[in-house]
C-alpha cells in the first residue's frame, strides 16, 4: 500500500518538476508501469478463477440450504376483490366505470421475516420483479424487435433464512435508494432491460420504474388508457404484515406465506377517472399510488404445506 | 514527459487504486520523497464512487465512447455532441447532431471534472455517472439505440470482447459494463492544468499577467458564491435571471432544477457551470444564449436576481483572467 502510493508520488513528482533530468526516470517508470500492468492481468485472471469457485461454492450453498433450511415461498397473486385477476378482462370500479388490466408490475424486495423479539431476517439479494403482463418488446428509448414472452409471475421462494419461529413478513415495493441510484449495480433479477427503466421519461431520473399499471378504462365518462407509474426514491414503500399466528419452521420443511394483492383496493384508493395518468411529472400522486400499492397486499395464511 | 502526463490527467484516480491492488509487495519504487499524490490535489475532495477504475475500464470506456455502434444508424457516437477538441462540448447554442436531426432542448457542456459532480445534467435531474449513460443512448434524438442491439453489435466483435473481458473479467459484455465502463473514462477526464493551475502549484508556465491577477481578484470576490472552490462551481443551482429563462418558445419557464425537485424556489435554476476551458466550450448556459463572454459578463452587469456591478476595466480583466483557466494540454491529451 504504501509502496503504491509512494510510486504514484514519484509519477506525481516526474510530471510536476519540469524537465530534461528526468527522461531516465521517466523510462524508469513506463518500465515499472508496464510490469504494473503484466501484474494487473495476472491478478485479473486470478479474479476470474475467484469468481468461478464462489459461484460453485455459491451453488453448493444454495443446495446444503435447502436441506438444512426450510424451504418458504411466499406467493403474491393478483385478485380483483375475490376473483384471482384477468388480464384484459372489464372489472366494475367506482363512478359506474369499468377497468380492465392489460399490466401491472412491481419491484418486490428486501423481504425480510420477524422473529418473535420483532428483530428481521433478510434474504440476502432479494430482489424479485412480480408480474402480469402479455408479450411485450424490449423498449428502451426506442422499441425494439425483441419481444419479452408473456409472463405471470407471483410467487418467489427463498431457503437462505435458517429454522426458527416467525411471527411476520417485511418487503418494500420499489428498490432501496443505493441500486436505484445506479443502474450499473446489479442484484437480484435487477436489470435495465425489463422495461422497468426508461419509459415516460423515467430516464431524466435514471432510476427503476418501481411500479408499473397498464389498463382500459371505460364508462360514462369515455374510455381512456390508464398508466401508472412511480419510481423515485420518495415512492418506496414498506409492506410489514403479522401472521395470523406464529410459524414454527425446521429443516428442509416447506412452508407457504400467502398475500394477495388486491387490485379492486388499489384501484378504489387511486380513482383511475381521476388520475388517468402518474409518472414522472406528478410526485403527489405517485405518492398515493405508492401508498395504494403498499395497502392493497392482505395477509391470507402462513403454514407448513402439508 | 507526455507519457507521464497522460497517466496522472487522464487516470490519477484510477491509477491510484490499481496500483494500490497491485503493487503491495513490489521494491523498488520509493526512492524519491513525495511531492504530491496527484495533480488534482488543489481541488476539493470528490465524492466517492463505487465502481473503482482501472486503466482497462477507462480504455474500454474511452473506446466506446468514440463508438458510434451505440447509435441506432451506427453513425453517432457520444463524441458526435461532446468533441475533445472542444473540451467535449460541440460548439452550437443546441445541438442537432442526433439521430432525429431535431434541436436538443440543452447545450452540450463540455466534460471535465465529472468525477467532482454529484447531479449531472444542467438541472441535476441525473444521479450519477454510470446511470446516465443510457440516457443519450437511448434517446430518440440523440442516439437513439436499444439497449439489447448495442449489446448485441458489440458482443459480436471479438476487439470488444477481449476489452470488455480485460476491463471486467468474467461478466462478458453487459449494459452494466457499458455504463461502468464510460463513468470510469469520463471520471478520468480530469482538467487541472491550466496557467491558473500551475500558478497555484507554484509551477513554471503558471505566470499570471497583472490583468489576469486583477482578473482572479474580481472573480474570487464577486463570481465565487456560485463559481466556487478550484472547480469554479459550488455544484449548486442558482437561477441568474435569464430573460427570458429558456430559449425554448414552448417549454415551461418553471422548469430548471424545478423539474426534478418540483420546488417553486428551484424554478428557473441550473447547475452552475465550471469556469474552465471556456475559450473551447461557446457558446454559453444552459440553452447557449451567449456566443461570447462578454456577452455573459453583459448579462450579469444588466443586474437583477444575479447582477454584478463590474466597471469596464473589471470586466476586461475577468475576461483575460478566465483564458488563464484554459487547459491546452487537457484538450490536445483527449484528442484522438
Known amino acids: ?306 | 514527459m507526455t507519457h507521464i502526463r497522460v497517466v496522472i490527467g487522464a487516470g490519477a484516480l484510477a491509477l491510484a487504486l490499481v496500483a494500490t491492488a497491485v503493487l503491495v509487495g513490489r521494491g523498488g519504487a520509493a526512492a524519491r520523497p513525495p511531492r504530491r499524490v496527484a495533480r488534482a490535489d488543489h481541488f476539493p475532495p470528490a465524492p466517492a464512487t463505487r465502481s473503482p477504475a482501472t486503466r482497462a475500464g477507462i480504455e474500454l470506456g474511452r473506446r466506446l465512447f468514440f463508438d458510434p455502434r451505440l447509435s441506432a444508424n451506427d453513425r453517432i457516437s457520444c463524441a458526435t455532441c461532446h468533441e475533445p477538441a472542444r473540451a467535449f462540448s460541440d460548439g452550437v447554442a443546441r445541438s442537432a447532431r442526433g439521430i432525429s436531426g431535431a434541436t436538443l432542448a440543452r447545450n452540450a457542456p463540455g466534460l471535465a471534472n465529472l468525477a467532482w459532480v454529484e447531479r449531472l445534467f444542467w438541472d441535476g435531474g441525473a444521479k450519477n455517472l454510470e446511470s446516465m449513460v443510457l440516457g443519450p443512448i437511448q434517446h430518440p434524438d440523440e442516439m437513439g439505440e436499444t439497449v439489447a442491439r448495442m449489446i448485441e453489435q458489440l458482443a459480436a466483435d471479438p476487439v470488444m470482447r477481449e476489452a470488455f473481458a480485460r476491463a471486467f473479467p468474467g461478466e462478458g459484455v453487459t449494459p452494466s459494463g457499458v455504463m461502468r465502463a464510460l463513468a470510469q473514462y469520463l471520471r478520468s477526464l480530469v482538467s487541472a492544468d491550466s496557467r491558473y493551475d500551475r500558478h497555484v502549484r507554484g509551477e513554471a508556465g503558471g505566470e499570471l499577467a497583472d490583468a489576469e491577477l486583477r482578473g482572479l481578484a474580481v472573480v474570487r470576490a464577486k463570481c465565487a458564491r456560485c463559481h466556487a472552490t478550484e472547480l469554479f462551481t459550488d455544484r449548486a443551482f442558482h437561477d441568474i435571471g435569464l430573460d427570458p429563462p429558456s430559449a425554448l418558445p414552448d417549454e415551461d419557464p418553471r422548469r430548471g432544477r424545478a423539474r426534478v425537485t418540483f420546488r417553486a424556489a428551484d424554478e428557473r435554476a441550473f447547475r452552475t457551470p465550471s469556469l474552465r476551458n471556456l475559450s473551447y466550450t461557446a457558446p454559453y448556459m444552459h440553452d447557449g444564449r451567449f456566443a461570447t463572454l462578454a456577452e455573459v459578463l453583459a448579462h450579469y452587469r444588466r443586474g437583477g436576481v444575479a447582477g454584478v456591478a463590474l466597471t469596464d476595466d473589471e470586466a476586461d480583466d475577468v475576461i483575460a483572467f478566465l483564458r488563464a483557466l484554459d487547459d491546452p494540454d487537457f484538450v490536445a491529451r483527449h484528442a484522438r
Open chain 1, 1 to 306: 500500500m504504501r509502496r503504491a502510493l509512494s510510486l504514484i508520488a514519484i509519477l506525481a513528482t516526474a510530471a510536476s518538476c519540469g524537465d530534461n533530468d528526468l527522461q531516465a526516470e521517466i523510462d524508469d517508470l513506463t518500465a515499472q508501469l508496464a510490469t504494473t500492468e503484466a501484474e494487473l492481468a495476472q491478478t485479473a485472471q486470478q479474479r476470474d478463477t475467484f469468481k468461478q469457485e464462489r459461484d460453485a461454492l455459491a451453488g453448493a450453498l444454495a443446495a446444503l440450504e435447502a436441506k438444512v433450511n426450510p424451504v418458504i415461498s411466499l406467493e403474491v397473486p393478483f385478485v380483483f376483490g375475490a376473483e384471482a385477476l384477468e388480464l384484459n378482462k372489464a372489472y366494475p370500479v367506482a363512478g359506474g366505470d369499468t377497468l380492465s388490466f392489460r399490466e401491472v408490475r412491481y419491484w418486490l424486495t428486501g423481504v425480510a421475516l420477524e422473529r418473535p423479539d420483532h428483530s428481521f431476517v433478510d434474504v440476502p439479494d432479494g430482489y424479485y420483479l412480480v408480474e402480469a403482463r402479455p408479450e411485450q418488446p424490449l423498449t428502451n428509448g426506442t422499441e425494439s424487435a425483441l419481444m419479452l414472452p408473456a409472463t405471470r409471475r407471483e410467487a418467489i421462494s427463498f431457503t437462505s433464512i435458517p429454522s426458527g419461529t416467525y411471527v411476520g413478513i417485511r418487503f418494500h415495493i420499489g428498490v432501496d435508494p443505493a441500486h436505484n441510484d445506479d443502474l450499473s449495480r446489479t442484484a437480484g433479477e435487477l436489470h435495465t432491460l425489463k422495461n422497468m427503466t426508461s419509459d415516460n421519461g423515467w430516464m431524466w431520473f435514471t432510476s427503476y420504474i418501481f411500479t408499473k399499471t397498464r389498463a382500459d378504462l371505460a364508462g360514462p365518462g369515455g374510455a381512456a388508457v390508464v398508466s401508472w407509474d412511480n419510481g423515485s426514491n420518495d415512492d418506496l414503500r414498506e409492506v410489514h404484515l403479522a401472521f395470523p399466528s406464529a410459524i414454527e419452521t425446521a429443516a428442509a420443511v416447506a412452508y407457504k406465506v400467502r398475500v394477495k394483492a388486491d387490485l379492486e383496493t388499489l384501484a378504489d384508493a387511486v380513482a383511475p377517472r381521476q388520475r388517468v395518468v402518474i409518472g414522472a411529472g406528478t410526485p403527489g400522486d405517485r405518492s398515493l399510488l405508492a401508498d395504494a400499492f403498499r395497502d392493497m397486499f392482505v395477509l391470507e395464511s402462513a403454514a407448513a404445506v402439508p
